[in-house]
């Protein structure tokens, strides 16, 4: 079973910024906190990851609270483009199967 | 670069018959997974390769279904005797052999049972 838990959908304003929250309450020390989205008849597409310290790369960034017991990740310009649902996934490091939640359908209307 | 190519698309079988799916990693990456996505849900684990052997087959539903990698880089799913209830997307993903190495998925092969 996955071990976060995300809002079932959201939307957002294009141009704005995208907040997408997820709570991760049992993770353990050695797990990192990723983030992958899947566009619509697509597979899956990773965007960012992170242990304890904020990380921030093209895509998007990704806050992760001081006790890591939840995490947000923030699209700063949405863009109709955007739209796709978001996957909060905690892993420990290595080559480790990603375990899937049902994730955020986030919509970015016009 | 390539990315990870699946073929075919779709398929389209009828129930008892045996299917076979391939997935093409990006050159070079040692792990490969195969996922299982039904409709509304989030992809599902079936197997794990790390090079040419199954790291972790804990995912594989029944024995109907077997994958391999003999070579350690194409890697076929195969499922035998098809049931109504595998119709769904196969979806494979490739990763480099690094300790935080992202995977990079397929664009899935889409398999209806009728």
Known sequence: DAKTTQPTSMDCAEGRAANLPCNHSTISGNEYVYWYRQIHSQGPQYIIHGLK???????ASLIITEDRKSSTLILPHATLRDTAVYYCIVRVSGNTPLV?????????IA | GAGVSQTPSNKVTEKGKYVELRCDPIS????????RQSLGQGPEFLIY???????????????????VRPEGSVSTLKIQRTERGDSAVYLC???????EAEQFFGPGTRLTVL
Not at chain 1, 100 to 106: A, D, N, P, S, V
Not at chain 2, 28 to 35: D, I
Not at chain 2, 49 to 67: C, H, I, K, V
């Open chain 1, 53 to 59: 310290n904020n990380e921030t790369n093209e895509m």
């Open chain 1, 100 to 108: 899937f939640g049902k994730g955020t359908r986030l919509s970015v």
């Open chain 2, 28 to 35: 070079g990456h040692t792990a490969l997974y195969w996922y």
């Open chain 2, 49 to 67: 390769f790390q090079g040419t052997g199954a790291a972790d087959d804990s995912g594989l539903p029944n024995d109907r279904f077997f994958a």
């Open chain 2, 93 to 99: 993903a490739s990763s480099a052999d690094t300790s």
